[in-house]
Nanobody, 119 residues
Framework: QGQLVESGGGLVQPGGSLRLSCAAS????????MGWFRQAPGKQREFVAS????????AYADSVKGRFSISRDVLKNMVALQMNSLKFEDTAVYYC????????????WGQGTQVTVSS
């Protein structure tokens, strides 16, 4: 459907940084909360971080706390994930997702962007 479009993935060395972006400008729904998830080969998709579309209340997985930072720009309809001190185990396909206003589940997903941490 193309309502959420990720960008910014790539190859980075351990200890390096990447910034992922998620554009929601083509959406046809009102956003309550945005999140980032990831799925490594052979593993289940896991939560990484989330942020409300307004107000405070970001959340992070323990594995990325202190290294990753989620932010939003409501005027640009974008959410970003700044990833620092990347580790081999951060290698995965990263997905942007959205919870629609009035709902509690992530019903909208992007196509994913690959992040590979390798030396």
């Amino acid at each position: 459907q193309g309502q959420l479009v990720e960008s910014g993935g790539g190859l980075v060395q351990p200890g390096g940084s990447l910034r992922l972006s998620c554009a929601a400008s083509e959406r046809t729904f009102s956003i309550r909360r945005m999140g980032w998830f990831r799925q490594a080969p052979g593993k289940q998709r896991e939560f990484v971080a989330s942020i409300p579309w307004s107000g405070e209340g970001s959340a992070y997985a323990d594995s990325v706390k202190g290294r990753f930072s989620i932010s939003r720009d409501v005027l640009k309809n974008m959410v970003a994930l700044q990833m620092n001190s990347l580790k081999f185990e951060d290698t995965a396909v990263y997905y942007c997702a959205a919870i629609q206003t009035g709902r509690t589940t992530y019903d909208y997903w992007g196509q994913g962007t690959q992040v590979t941490v390798s030396s």
